[in-house]
């Protein structure tokens, strides 16, 4: 029996449980047709939608879309939840969660207050009913601020993670390419590499590199080397220079097995790294990726929409208190978002959601060679993305991550999205830049001397002759 | 300054990375000459995603017979949304197939780039060929719109013992023809990604040269044959290998 339906113009759709109708109700998108949850016409979503509307919130903290007894994330969802601060919302449908958040009389620090009580699914839920406007208004009412070195996240405030990627981790490859970020003025969020290889002795040479290089030019920021958590703990125990532990996360368990963790790992982990007590401003010490599709290419769905379940991700997230959290919203290629359309929609949702559910909320915009996008659909959200008042983007020399063969957004990306809505660099790493005489009226001095920063940088004293 | 120092400076820098270092600023945009360059590359990885499979020829290169087959995936865009469809043969043609046994059958795909099968395929197989003249060999399968594991249904209606997939790999702004082989020992639908062996960036002369290529490949078509496996469980040169 169809526990879901809708009656519209003397047609009744139904749907057979939530997941259903909350894959039904997702704006169109590849993954979900190649798992075959997808809305079969235009009218089913809009059908859903309307079933969507007139659930009451507390029916999707009832409903588990994975049983609680199969996933640890499930249960992460419902033990953490917190009933007394959910009784300012647990009157409204879905419906009228969305305009609930997008009034007047509701401002950031109001959504803030309930964000430990809105689960992944309310988010998801509600984000399925707004339109592109709607996720960018209510995002941009709501600041998230975290702390290691620096503060992120502060309203005015744009951040850029400085990702200079090298296909054999050379370091003075990689040192070239931190000194151009630099110069450009990245690097705020994280100087964080993805190694081309998991293998500790490089994962250690890589951190050294870019610790010698940040207390050499005092730059208020940290360092991150993106290996798998279990090469991070044992960085930790050789005495690296850990700042933040990374890792990729999903929204089910049986996805993030196939990333080879689980919840008491990542706990693990958290605690080993805060009790390094390396930051100076804060312990924020977790720096997660994330994105949608990962738990249908890792068939680890549960049947749940692409987008939902990255909305259980963030749960995952928030448990360990991220200094940064991004989605990597087109690398995963065109089977799950197909164009920049979707690609665009998708990093919207995945902006609002994570800031609703109170994460420090960044977005790796780019596409891949075979998805339906290029650098005009990477402006278009890297745009709007800057008005919805995401905390940070990624910085790739000249937009092309020679390691990963993806195009991100680029060092002058970052500037142009500073200047055309007067975003500034975290404050800390503002006034470094100010003082290396690197800043000139607000702006990136023209004209710098890329020799400015290389004569601090052993690697490269050599290179500049 | 300092602006007649940077031409040096990015030089050298550029020895240390291929990465698109010092590329300079109009406010603070890019100068016209990088966002060109930039965008060239990109148009040339687009038209490599979309270069159709041109088989006219390919048998007379190789001096073989040649099967021409076909996934379920009836055109780029539902190739590039539906990996499920460029696995599995369409049905008309995986009855053409001879099952007539053998120890390796070689196919060709198109996979993401058509342009890395024109440019080095017939030269790789050729190469193959002539390393392995007492093995019994199916006729060569030219595959359209085919991912790595068509080579599975592929191989089980060959009956062979293995198979070898040549096929384009994804176009990155650098490169847009490069080959990727992938080897699967006993092949049948539902091999897993961590039963096979590869050797990617077959593109001369900036990625593995053919017969740099042909030799690793060969290599591990030898141990594999011994191990009766491929994957990560495959010892080649007494090395463990990665998938």
């Known amino acids: ?465 | 300054m300092l602006v007649a120092e940077l031409p040096s400076i990015r030089d050298r820098f550029r020895a240390l990375t291929q990465a698109r270092l010092l590329l300079g600023r109009a406010g603070q945009g890019l100068p016209t000459r990088a966002l060109l360059d930039f965008q060239m590359d990109h148009a040339r990885a687009r038209d490599a995603v979309y270069s159709p499979l041109a088989a006219d020829g390919f048998a007379d290169l190789i001096e073989r017979p040649v099967i021409e087959v076909a996934s379920r995936a009836k055109d780029r865009q539902e190739y590039l949304q539906r990996p499920d469809l460029g696995r599995t043969l369409d049905p008309g043609d995986a009855a053409t197939l001879p099952a007539a046994g053998g120890d390796l059958a070689i196919i060709v795909a198109d996979g993401l780039s058509a342009m890395a099968v024109h440019a080095h395929a017939a030269s790789v197989v050729g190469a193959l060929l002539a390393r392995l003249p007492d093995w019994k060999i199916a006729p060569v399968i030219l595959a359209r719109q085919g991912r790595v594991a068509l080579a599975d249904e592929i191989g089980a209606a060959l009956g062979v013992d293995m198979t070898v997939i040549l096929i384009g790999e994804r176009p990155g702004l650098s490169a847009s023809d490069s080959l990727g082989a992938y080897l699967t020992w006993d092949p049948r639908p539902g091999r897993r990604d961590s039963e096979r062996n590869c050797v990617s960036n077959i593109r001369p002369p900036h990625g593995l040269s053919y017969e740099v290529a042909a030799d690793t490949i060969v290599s591990l078509l030898k141990s594999a044959r011994r191990q009766r496996l491929t994957g990560v469980g495959l010892i080649d040169d007494g090395r463990r290998l990665s998938p």
């Open chain 1, 1 to 465: 029996m169809p526990r879901y339906h809708a009656d519209l113009g003397g047609t009744r759709h139904a749907f057979d449980d939530l997941r259903a109708v909350l894959a039904a109700a997702s704006p169109a998108r590849s993954g979900d047709m190649l798992a075959g949850v997808g809305a079969r016409s235009a009218e089913e979503r809009m059908a859903a939608r309307f079933a969507l509307a007139d659930l009451p919130l507390a029916a999707l903290l009832n409903e588990a879309v994975i049983p609680y007894e199969e996933d640890e994330v499930t249960r992460l969802i419902v033990d953490s939840h917190p009933a007394p601060a959910f009784s300012a919302i647990s009157h409204l449908t879905v419906g009228g969660f969305r305009e609930w958040l997008l009034s007047n009389a509701v401002d950031g620090a109001e959504i803030a207050s309930v964000a430990d009580a809105i689960t992944p699914e309310m988010a998801a839920a509600v984000s399925k009913l707004m339109r592109n406007q709607d996720l960018i208004a209510v995002a941009r009412k709501i600041e998230v601020v975290t702390r290691f070195r620096n503060t992120i996240g502060l309203s005015g405030r744009l951040s850029v993670r400085l990702q200079p990627n090298h296909p054999t981790d050379d370091p003075a490859g990689i040192a070239a390419s931190i000194l151009d970020g630099l110069l450009m003025g990245a690097g705020d969020a994280v100087i964080g590499i993805n190694p081309a290889t998991d293998d500790t002795d490089t994962t250690a040479t890589l951190l050294e590199l870019i610790d010698e290089i940040r207390l050499s030019c005092a730059i208020p920021t940290q360092s991150c080397v993106l290996a798998h958590v279990t090469t991070t703990l044992e960085l930790i125990r050789r005495g690296a220079p850990v700042d933040l532990c990374f890792q990729s996360i999903a929204g089910t368990q049986a996805a993030n097995r196939g990333f080879g963790i689980d919840l008491a790992l990542l706990g693990e982990a958290h605690d080993a790294t805060r009790g390094l007590d390396r930051g100076t401003l804060g312990q924020n010490v977790m720096y997660f990726e994330t994105g949608q599709g990962s738990c249908l290419s890792a068939n680890a769905h549960h049947g749940v929409d692409q987008q939902t379940l990255e909305a259980r991700a963030y749960a995952v997230a928030r448990a360990f208190e991220p200094l940064l959290v991004n989605s990597v919203v087109g690398f995963i290629g065109p089977e799950y978002l197909f164009d920049g359309k979707q690609i665009a929609r998708a990093a919207l949702e995945d902006h609002f959601c994570g800031k609703l559910l109170g994460l420090p909320m960044g977005v790796d915009i780019c596409y891949t060679n075979h998805a339906e996008a290029d650098g005009d659909d990477s402006d278009t959200i890297l745009t709007l993305l800057g008005v919805a008042g995401v905390s940070f983007i990624i910085g790739v020399p000249g937009a092309d991550d020679i390691m990963l063969n993806y195009q991100s957004t680029s060092f002058h990306d970052a500037l142009y999205l500073r200047e055309v809505l007067d975003r500034r660099p975290a404050p800390e790493f503002e006034t470094w830049l100010q003082n290396m005489g690197l800043l000139e009226h607000g702006r990136i001095a023209d004209h710098l001397p890329p020799t400015l920063l290389a004569d601090h940088i052993p690697l490269l004293r050599d290179a500049r002759g």
